[in-house]
């Protein structure tokens, strides 16, 4: 009998917890989530709401550390992007996402032969946005950008580049969750 009543206590305050949750799910103002173009390309995302339609994005990605034994060299990146993303409603579930979003790549190897490399970038992120429940979210985007590129080796040497991508890698999806906080 007390197993019983005790199992019938967590179940109404489980049912309790997740009636709540999915209430407070239709005041959806931050997203969290997961980036991927490519299976060895990974960022995560972060989203913030700004008002009706708009986020602040913050995606934070590419961070690798590699150490290669055979000529001692440490490898080390990390790219770091924040914009903002509008969203204009399609349907009730569709949106098309646009919006502007710099971003900064630094990256060094370090070993006999040092160099390192600052790549700033300014993109324009264009894709659509699907809600597939309250809670959860695809997101398929392509960020077009124009990059420099600067490079300092050992001896302090400096060369640059620049480039405008637009290409199939640059395309990702993205799966997200939602919450209020």
Do not use: C, W
């Not at 179940?11 to 949750?21: A, Q, V």
């Not at 809670?135 to 077009?144: D, K, M, Q, Y």
């Not at 080796?153 to 799966?175: C, E, I, M, Q, W």
């Amino acid at each position: 009998m007390r197993n019983k009543l005790l199992f019938t206590l967590v179940l109404s305050l489980s049912l309790l917890f997740i009636n709540s949750n999915h209430a407070s799910a239709q005041e959806v103002d931050r997203e969290l989530g997961l980036r991927m173009s490519g299976l060895d390309n990974f960022n995560f995302i972060y989203k913030k709401s700004k008002g009706e339609n708009k986020f602040l994005r913050i995606r934070a990605g590419a961070f690798n550390a590699r150490f290669n034994s055979e000529n001692e060299a440490l490898n080390v990146g990390l790219t770091l992007a924040i914009g903002v993303e509008k969203r204009k409603p399609i349907d009730d579930k569709l949106s098309f996402i646009h919006g502007l979003e710099p971003s900064l790549q630094v990256s060094g190897n370090f070993n006999d032969q040092n160099n390192f490399s600052v790549n700033p970038s300014l993109g324009y992120v264009l894709g659509f946005n699907l809600n597939i429940s309250d809670s959860f979210g695809i997101n398929l985007e392509a960020i077009p950008s124009i990059r420099a590129s600067l490079n300092i080796d050992n001896d302090g040497d400096v060369s640059d580049s620049y480039s405008f991508g637009f290409n199939s890698n640059s395309v990702a999806l993205g799966l997200v969750y939602r919450f209020k906080k």
